[in-house]
């Protein structure tokens, strides 16, 4: 391809975030079908910003805190054709103005699910082994003699999966060593499917009271708020153990804290409604609960999701199918 033929694509996400975002793969494939213009911003590009730079544009990338690509936006940039976004969601991101343009999206969350899965694994084996109830009780100088928070094992447990999304996805992949029992909780998915995926389909209130763990992987939707009332919390085993990293809103925090003040399961929470909470939450008090800053995602190196956005640009003007194309029709079931 000729540099007279290259499509531009632009990069909006702020010199800042070059580093952590697009690694030396990313450059390389971008490099290698396109030119390139910067927006020249250290932080990602405001509306303003996006009037003055996409009308040179065949295609942009994007990321977070990039400002929407409304009507406005897309009315200067007659040539956009393609946007491919380094994110969790591009929900923020486009309009109906995008869509009827038919302009092609394609996300790079994938790649970031995978991180949030090997954090929420993790979070299961030290989950289970009761790591920071039992580093407390050493550190106050206690040893063995504590049975409060009888330390397990993942091994042969039931784990609930709440939404086969794609961590949710990853994570399975993963607990597979593990001989895990997983119940698989997703109206999208059907009980084939989950078969295929090594997990039993499985109604929410059917697999509260099985599941040693429940993790949760569903999106934030009006549907989904609250999804773990205190009626479904009260369900759940003694001595369970549950993690979110999806988002707050998918637990009422009230019930939860309620159910947390009795003592009977330990939870690990990525992301939190409000977030952060309150200075004087109970969450951040209680013994049975670990709150950590919504950082289960790739934080200092996120380059994967730079090299799966380049890739998709790079197809998308060879004429090649795309990989992580999001479509319209697709919003009913994505955050």
Same mark, same amino acid.
């Given at each position: 391809m000729t540099q007279s033929t290259q499509p531009t694509v632009a990069i909006l996400i702020g010199k800042n975030h070059y580093r952590r975002m697009l690694n030396p793969t990313a450059w390389a494939t971008l490099r290698s079908f396109a030119r390139l213009i910067e927006h020249p911003g250290g932080e990602p590009a405001a509306k303003n910003d996006l009037l003055h730079i996409l009308p040179q544009a065949d295609a942009c990338l994007t990321s977070w805190g990039v400002a929407p690509l409304d009507a406005e936006v897309l009315a200067a940039a007659p040539r956009l054709r393609a946007m491919a976004h380094m994110g969790s969601s591009v929900k923020r991101f486009v309009s109906d103005a995008l869509w009827k343009r038919g302009i092609h999206v394609t996300s790079a969350a994938p790649a970031l699910a995978e991180d949030v899965a090997i954090t929420a694994l993790g979070l299961m084996i030290v989950g289970m082994k009761r790591i920071w109830p039992l580093g407390r009780h050493v550190?106050?100088?206690?040893?063995?003699?504590?049975?409060?928070?009888?330390?397990?094992?993942?091994?042969?447990?039931?784990?609930? $999966?709440?939404?086969?999304?794609?961590?949710?996805?990853?994570?399975?992949?993963?607990?597979?060593?593990?001989?895990?029992?997983?119940?698989?909780?997703?109206?999208?998915?059907?009980?084939?499917?989950?078969?295929?995926?090594?997990?039993?389909? +499985?109604?929410?209130?059917?697999?509260?009271?099985?599941? =040693? $763990?429940?993790?949760?992987?569903?999106?934030?939707?009006?549907?989904?708020?609250?999804?773990? @009332?205190?009626?479904?919390?009260?369900?759940?085993?003694?001595?369970?153990?549950? $993690? @979110?990293?999806?988002?707050?809103?998918?637990?009422?925090?009230?019930?939860?804290?309620?159910?947390?003040?009795?003592?009977?399961?330990?939870?690990?929470?990525?992301?939190? =409604?409000?977030?952060?909470?309150? +200075?004087?939450?109970?969450?951040?008090?209680?013994? @049975?609960?670990?709150?950590?800053?919504?950082?289960?995602?790739? $934080?200092?190196?996120?380059?994967?999701?730079?090299?799966?956005?380049?890739?998709?640009?790079?197809?998308?003007?060879?004429?090649?199918p795309p990989l992580y194309q999001i479509k319209p029709d697709m919003f009913g079931r994505i955050a």
């Open positions: 550190r106050a100088g206690g040893w063995r003699e504590s049975s409060y928070w009888p330390s397990r094992e993942l091994r042969h447990k039931t784990v609930g $999966i709440v939404g086969a999304s794609h961590v949710g996805r990853h994570l399975m992949r993963l607990l597979r060593p593990f001989e895990v029992q997983i119940l698989l909780v997703d109206p999208f998915v059907t009980a084939a499917a989950a078969a295929e995926l090594g997990a039993q389909k +499985a109604e929410l209130d059917e697999m509260l009271p099985q599941a =040693d $763990i429940v993790s949760l992987h569903a999106p934030a939707k009006a549907d989904t708020i609250h999804l773990l @009332n205190a009626t479904r919390l009260a369900q759940m085993k003694d001595d369970a153990l549950l $993690i @979110n990293t999806a988002r707050g809103t998918l637990i009422d925090e009230p019930a939860l804290i309620a159910e947390l003040e009795k003592g009977r399961f330990f939870a690990f929470l990525d992301v939190t =409604d409000p977030e952060p909470p309150a +200075a004087d939450s109970p969450l951040r008090r209680l013994e @049975n609960v670990v709150v950590v800053p919504h950082l289960a995602g790739c $934080i200092e190196d996120c380059g994967r999701m730079g090299e799966m956005a380049a890739e998709e640009l790079r197809r998308f003007f060879a004429g090649e």
